[in-house]
């Protein structure tokens, strides 16, 4: 079993930054992908940002240039750095993290005010 924890949520007017931790724990011999997922009231759970297997990063075109995806593979910890936040950012952000199987946390409230 892994266990998936994220922090970091808040409130913020639009302009402002928050950061964004998730750390995964348990049975973790190897991460295939580590990465970001959020949905706003009424609508589908949509893709933020994420670590491949190859170290590479993926960003979703509403976000890249303001967000940032870093990790700790010491801690099998990601962040998410995210400046100019807009009030479209609002949503529940989750963490996902697939090993043989995909794992997902509780999720985090990000609100943005105008």
């Known amino acids: 079993q892994v266990r998936v924890v994220e922090s970091g949520g808040g409130s913020v007017q639009a302009g402002g930054s928050l950061r964004l931790s998730c750390a995964a724990s348990?049975?973790?011999?190897?991460?295939?992908?580590m990465g970001w997922y959020r949905q706003a009231p009424g609508k589908q759970r949509e893709f933020v940002a994420q670590?491949?297997?190859?170290?590479?990063?993926n960003y979703a075109d509403s976000v890249k240039g303001r967000f940032t995806i870093s990790r700790d593979n010491a801690k099998n910890t990601v962040y998410l750095q995210m400046n100019s936040l807009k009030p479209e950012d609002t949503a529940v952000y989750y963490c996902?993290?697939?090993?043989?199987?995909?794992?997902w946390g509780q999720g985090t409230q990000v609100t943005v005010s105008s």
């Open positions: 996902r993290v697939v090993v043989a199987n995909d794992y």
């Open positions: 670590f491949t297997s190859g170290g590479r990063t």
């Open positions: 348990g049975s973790i011999l190897f991460i295939n992908a």
